[in-house]
């Protein structure tokens, strides 16, 4: 086996292409691993872990594109192929005959009844062409993250006093009049009206409720930033109001992590101005001092923000609180069980998630319910921040799409490979109970994410029980039966790969909290 680097000095591709052209490496005869990826630091760290890392491309600098290849036999003559695969990829997309405008003014023009813009490009340009699109009286989800703080309080005002959504930057999901934005689900039309300042948030909760019936009128994504001190709540505040003005909202469900305390505050003043069932689910921040209006019922996680705002809609179902506790007990019997597995070294819980706000909820059910301390990359606290977001310790929580993770490369949604390459190589440690992983369907996600992470599922406990050991695979899916990739196929086949499926994100770590406590 030979290892060859390829660099080609700044040249940018979009990201899915790159997962395609890798993809495709991987294919040919004699390749056993191919990465192309542009040349960061935290892509050269990965290249390094995965063995792809030549002198090359370790002196590549983050503008270059970098095509690393581990084969026997030319590894020149799959190079090659490789910048045939890139050429064909940027000359191939669309057709020939396909008409794509270049500019957001051509665009408006051969689409006039257009209303929303979209804006995924790097970040550095986004701010420009969200000013193009709002003067154009659109409304804008701004997926682009990297942009700065100041454009992005110009952006939402400018939004805001002329009647338009600025969702964003960051803005992972939405669904605006039933149509589903970036990575969203297929939910049905209904009564609950959503806004969140949490991609997966918004996600997860708007599945619970499908789950249980209910649909949603508006699910408004504002970006992870927005009820900070500094942006002040502009699309939050915005989103809710017209909530609380919509004649078809009955229900209204807001979802954010911890927001800055005086953010809280005008929110529950905004909330207490309707007398609307609110539903509110801060999560992991401290409740106790913001002072609820009689219609608001404040949750802890995004199960019971679901399953409340369901209730409240009319789903005939229990009170949350007892469900949970009747699912906890269930749980605690099945942990048992699989506890008898472990052997006495195994005592470390490892989260590898593709939502952030999943991450988020497992670290404050890990600290709040089980006094786990757990480190991460997006930790609850500055004081668990991993040392390096390579290489976990005892018990940890990654949230593979964390920026560091996410520049030159797709989203995990998109691309399962980085977890995989992770999760393989956190089944190799003899002192790890338990993997935790989130499957997030719908539209914009992997095609069948299920399928890939079962297979690395069978590897890594084949080479665990080559070894005497068995691992504990837990997972939940955040998805629906409408959703391209089906919740209920998509959960088979974690099962028939050995992997227990609970019913939400908060039961799954509940489970693999049970297995270390």
């Known amino acids: 086996m ?18 395609l052209v890798a993809r495709e490496l991987t294919k040919l005869p004699g390749v056993k691993d191919a990465a192309v990826v542009m040349g960061t630091e935290s892509n050269k760290a990965i290249l390094e872990q ?42 191939s997309e669309g057709g020939a005959a ?51 703080i100041e454009d992005e309080v110009a952006l939402k005002k400018y939004a805001s006093e002329h009647g338009l959504l600025l969702m964003g930057p960051g803005a992972g999901t939405a669904i605006i009049n039933g149509v589903a934005l970036a990575f969203a689900n297929v939910i049905p039309s209904g009564p609950v009206g959503i806004v969140s300042a949490a991609g997966t948030g918004l996600q997860e909760t708007s599945t619970l409720l499908a789950k249980n019936g209910i649909g949603i009128t508006q699910g408004i994504g504002t ?23 919509d004649p078809a909202t009955k229900v209204v469900l807001l979802v954010s992590k911890p927001p800055a305390p005086e953010m809280a505050r005008k929110v529950m003043e905004q909330v207490a101005k309707s007398s609307k069932p609110t539903v509110v689910c801060l999560l992991g921040g401290d409740t106790r001092s913001v002072e609820a209006p009689k219609n608001v019922h404040v949750v802890n996680t995004l199960e019971e923000a679901g399953l409340l705002a369901a209730r409240l809609a009319g789903a005939n179902l229990p009170e949350p609180k007892e469900l949970i506790a009747k699912e906890t007990a269930e749980i605690k019997t099945l942990a048992s069980t699989l506890k008898s597995k472990l052997k006495p070294e195994q005592k470390y819980l490892r989260g590898l998630f593709s939502g952030g706000t999943l991450c988020y909820e497992a670290q404050v059910i890990w600290r709040d319910e089980f006094e786990i301390e757990v480190t991460s990359n997006a930790p609850l606290d500055k004081k668990y921040q991993m040392k390096d977001s390579l290489k976990s310790e005892k018990n940890c929580c990654v949230d593979l799409g964390e920026e560091e993770f996410t520049v030159g490369r797709p989203h995990p949604m998109i691309d399962n490979d980085l977890r995989v390459r992770r999760l393989l190589a956190e089944g190799k440690d003899p002192s790890v109970a338990v993997i935790l992983l989130d499957v997030v369907i719908g539209y914009g996600a992997h ?28 997972a939940s899916v955040t998805g629906t039966e409408g959703d391209p990739q089906n919740l209920t196929r998509t959960t088979q086949t974690l099962k028939s790969a050995g992997v227990h499926v609970c019913n939400s994100n908060a039961a799954a770590s509940r489970l693999a909290a049970l297995l270390v406590a």
């Not at 927005?226 to 909530?243: N, S």
């Not at 079962?454 to 070894?467: I, N, S």
């Open 2 to 19: 030979s290892i060859k680097s390829l660099i080609k000095p700044s040249e940018y591709h979009d990201s899915v292409t790159l997962m």
């Open 50 to 91: 995965s063995g792809l890392l030549t002198a090359e491309a370790k002196a590549s600098s983050p503008n270059d594109l970098v095509i690393s290849v581990n084969a026997e036999g030319d590894v020149d003559a799959v190079l090659e192929e490789a910048n045939k695969l890139l050429a064909k990829k940027n000359t």
């Open 98 to 148: 396909e008409f794509r405008p270049k500019t957001v003014r051509s665009a408006v023009k051969e689409m006039p009844e257009a209303n929303m813009a979209i804006i995924s490009i790097a970040g550095r340009y986004a701010a420009d062409e969200a000013w193009e699109c709002l003067r154009r009286g659109l409304h804008v989800l701004l997926f682009s993250d990297n942009v700065s």
């Open 223 to 245: 970006g992870g930033r927005d009820l900070k001190k500094e942006v002040g709540g502009i699309m939050f505040l915005d989103g809710l109001k017209a909530l609380q003005e």
């Open 447 to 474: 095609p069948d994410p299920a399928a890939e992470l079962g297979d690395a599922v069978r590897k890594a406990q084949a080479a665990a029980q080559a070894e005497g050991r068995e691992i504990i695979f837990v």
